[in-house]
């Protein structure tokens, strides 16, 4: 059974920085694919940022594009997100997501019920 745990949210100014960790723990395999998600309230969970490894392929939201980094730690079975230049508009809870299926090989990748594996998310807010 795969557990992931979150860390790294908090409060911070409109430009400031966060790195958010997803550390999983079981059996994560190499080849499955992995993603940021965020949730605010009154909206619907998005796709952040997606990574898979093997493939050599990454995929961000328009909205965090040139800002927000995604990269896994295959050796501590971690996944980062490096987000800079925060908005108010990314204050949302953010939750690591894996694929295990490979589902999001022929579906987007933003698809929510792609993903099996959710931990519980950690809040980031951005203040003006």
């Known amino acids: 059974q795969v557990q992931l745990m979150e860390s790294g949210g908090d409060s911070v100014k409109a430009g400031g920085s966060l790195r958010l960790s997803c550390e999983a723990s079981g059996y994560v395999s190499a080849r499955w694919p992995m993603a940021w998600f965020r949730e605010a309230p009154g909206k619907e969970r998005e796709g952040v940022a997606y990574i898979y490894t093997r493939g050599g392929v990454t995929y961000y939201h328009d909205s965090v594009k040139g800002r927000f980094t995604i990269a896994q730690d295959n050796a501590k079975n971690t996944l980062l997100l490096q987000m800079n230049s925060l908005k108010p508009e990314d204050t949302a809870r953010y939750y690591c997501?894996?694929?295990?299926?490979?589902?999001?090989?022929?579906?987007?990748?933003?698809?929510?019920?792609?993903?099996?594996?959710w931990g519980q998310g950690t809040q980031v807010t951005v203040s003006s």
């Open positions: 997501a894996i694929d295990s299926h490979g589902r999001t090989h022929v579906i987007d990748w933003q698809t929510v019920s792609a993903y099996g594996y």
